[in-house]
């Protein structure tokens, strides 16, 4: 419930109203959404937005910062937002027409975009550390303030909307300094210990000293009439005098001092009320009333609170009779309110929307997310049965609209609806294999693999199939399953009995970390960089980022299935690394894969092995069909303003007929063979 301008304009006072605090042995609730963006941005993270998001750095800052909370003994207390709420969805449009804009290039990526797999990749790193996390049924603030407040201890966010909530110590994240501190006596032992120091916001002082606040109830009241995510600003327009000379601050700051020339706050509630119609003041009142108890901490969701309560050992659990999970299936709430199911799989559930966000966008190719839609169309069949989704995207930087049917039925597969309860992982798969449409000679040379590379295996061969631009996909896909390859080869991880030693298991088992390897991932493992020699080649990046999206939305799938493929691992990306191999491949091998590989690794015996595997996977991807895109989506699909505002009551859409095939939702097709 952001109020616009709220926090800029509060940073001016924080310097007079600061206080220094120094946090330990204690809880920390964690706004997750928050913190997963800041931690994005980073001076260690370097050329990022260039090469389709550099997971590897990024997920070295998760887990540092993280440590540190460790070393401090800050139990951490991680809570995700869930759903989009109905009120939200014209805020949610409006920043994505917004990404459009900024980020859907022809020659250079933007620089704003949220890496596909940022996410994943985030969570991924909470289950390693063995932190505690949660998500919400719908926006998280509430509960994130509601449960600050039950365990008394401090909130980790920069959103502005913690300044407004009663009783809650927001920490901002540009204030926090991890460091070792000398403690006064009686806190901790002699010596310095690490400790987490920031500095808050004294409202207290700040409402009292500077706008002379006779009740500290003034300040939620003020952002209900400055307007949120849930209010319209212009809801109580008439008691701002020549509000048309206004900028956002000053607005903010006349609001401020008009509620510190009264004293009474039931007077001044009523005063508000009055200045709506009649008519409206109603509707209104009720959802004043809403938002305060929000801002009051009372709205917590109940079943996230029992889950902290239990992990935290704080007693008998409450009793919760919660409608928000009431149409929902039986063994859904309590795998989401624990994040076991992403809340990818909640926004198909409740809101049966799936917004495609941008990435390495070119102006006038299809989104990165085309090669998904059957698969998000499956998930959908599996969560709502015979339904229609749909999908937020966009035409070159227009947003549009696209109505789909789910599937619920493979011609060679029969029914999906009942496989959720199956928990076969065989049978799991084999949904996989009929939905990507893998040959005999395909699914047999992906089940040779070991778990934790016959996923990745699997939409590779995809990818290639579908893929627009098919001259870079070989080094792309040698390139990835080199990177996944890496820790089992550099480990001597363990994977399982394999009976056949020529098998791909085999080869991979007998194949040892090398020197060739070692210097070999050097080289590559390197910050891409540009210069007049070596151009920027974007649709290397777009068609990186269109597997991606296909990796996070099969991902999405596979955890749905119960982990068909086990669950690999997305914070392994090493973006650097495959540009600079596709890059190599292509403009210096012409293309041929084979050939670089044997530039590297053909002057040792010790890499026979390696070198058969990927022969073997080469003459995979030779085989596939591929698809050309001759045609996009005409712009008379696009969504104007008017339309977007009320796009939830109607609106021209593509819909999807039965049977219709992934690319025709977004693309005209050409099949060749190659």
Not at 380 to 388: D, F, M, N, P
Not at 505 to 525: A, H, M, P, V, Y
């Amino acid at each position: 419930m952001g109020v616009k301008g709220l926090s800029t304009f509060l940073g001016q006072y924080h310097a007079k109203y600061n206080e220094q605090v120094w946090v330990r042995e204690c809880p920390l609730v964690i706004d997750g959404n928050n913190l997963m963006h800041f931690l994005l941005s980073s001076p260690s993270i370097v050329n990022s937005h260039l090469v389709g998001g550099d997971y590897v750095a990024y997920a070295k800052r998760v887990r540092g910062f993280f440590q540190k909370l460790k070393d401090a003994q800050i139990r951490a207390i991680v809570i995700f937002d869930g759903a989009y709420e109905p009120e939200k969805w014209k805020t949610v449009l409006k920043r994505y027409k917004d990404t459009l804009k900024a980020n859907v290039q022809t020659n250079m990526p933007g620089n704003s975009y949220t890496p596909a797999a940022l996410s994943t990749v985030f969570r991924e790193i909470l289950v390693e550390q063995g932190v505690l996390h949660y998500q919400t049924v719908l926006e998280a603030d509430d509960t994130m303030a509601f449960v600050a407040r039950q365990i008394d201890c401090p909130l980790l966010s920069s959103d502005s909307d913690f300044y407004v909530y009663q009783n809650v110590r927001n920490i901002p994240l540009e204030s926090v300094d991890f460091r070792k501190s000398l403690l006064k006596k009686g806190q901790a032992k002699q010596g310095k210990v690490f400790v987490l120091a920031a500095k808050l916001l004294s409202l207290k002082r700040l409402c009292r000293e500077e706008f002379h606040f006779s009740d500290l109830r003034f300040f939620p009241l003020a952002a209900v009439l400055l307007g949120n995510d849930r209010i319209s600003s212009t809801t109580f327009s008439n008691l701002l005098k020549d509000k048309g000379q206004f900028d956002k601050y000053e607005r903010i700051k006349y609001v401020f001092q008009w509620l510190g020339k009264h004293r009474d706050y039931d007077h001044v509630l009523e005063v508000i009320l009055k200045s709506v119609k009649e008519a409206e003041r109603r509707d209104v009142l009720n959802l004043v009333k809403s938002v305060l108890r929000s801002y009051n901490g009372e709205n917590g969701e109940l079943l996230v609170w029992n889950a902290i309560r239990r992990d935290l050992g704080l007693g008998v659990e409450i009793d919760v009779d919660d409608d928000r999970f009431c149409n929902f299936p039986p063994w859904y709430s309590q795998l989401h309110t624990t994040a076991v199911l992403p809340t990818y799989l909640l926004q198909i559930l409740k809101n049966q929307i799936v917004m495609l966000q941008p990435q390495v966008e070119i102006l006038h190719h299809p989104s990165t997310h085309a090669l998904a839609v059957d698969v998000i169309r499956v998930t959908g069949g599996i969560l709502l049965g015979q339904s229609e989704l749909t999908l937020v995207t966009r035409e070159r930087k227009n947003v549009i609209r696209v109505s789909v049917g789910t599937i619920t039925y493979l011609p060679k597969f029969g029914s999906i609806l009942t496989i959720k309860e199956d928990r076969f992982r065989g049978r799991a798969q084999a949904l996989f294999y009929n939905l990507f449409e893998l040959s005999p000679t395909e699914v047999e040379f992906t089940n040779q693999c070991p778990m934790p590379i016959k996923f990745i295996i699997m939409c590779l061969i995809y990818f290639c199939k579908k893929i627009v631009l098919s001259k870079h996909v070989g080094g792309i896909g040698v390139a990835l399953l080199l990177v996944y390859l890496k820790p089992i080869l550099e480990s001597n991880q363990k994977i399982g009995e394999c009976k056949n030693p020529d098998s791909l298991s085999g080869l991979i088992k007998r194949q040892k970390w090398t020197n060739e390897l070692r210097d070999f991932f050097n080289q590559f493992d390197t910050i891409a960089t540009f210069s007049k020699s070596k151009p920027y080649e974007i649709s290397y990046v777009s068609s990186y980022s269109s597997l991606q999206c296909l990796l996070l939305h099969s991902g999405m799938l596979n955890r749905l299935l119960g982990n068909a493929f086990g669950q690999p691992k997305l914070g392994q990306l090493n973006s650097h690394f495959v540009y600079n191999v596709t890059r190599r491949i292509a403009k210096m091998y012409d293309k041929n894969a084979s050939e670089f590989l044997r530039s590297h690794f053909g002057g040792s015996s010790e890499n026979t092995f390696l070198l058969i595997i990927m022969d073997k996977f080469l003459h995979i991807l030779s085989k596939t069909t591929k698809s050309k895109i001759t045609e996009i989506l005409p712009l008379e699909n696009k969504v104007d303003e008017t339309e977007m505002n009320n796009w939830s009551t109607g609106g021209d859409t593509y819909e999807a007929r039965e049977g219709l095939s992934i690319s025709n939702h977004f693309v005209k097709i050409k099949l060749n063979s190659e």
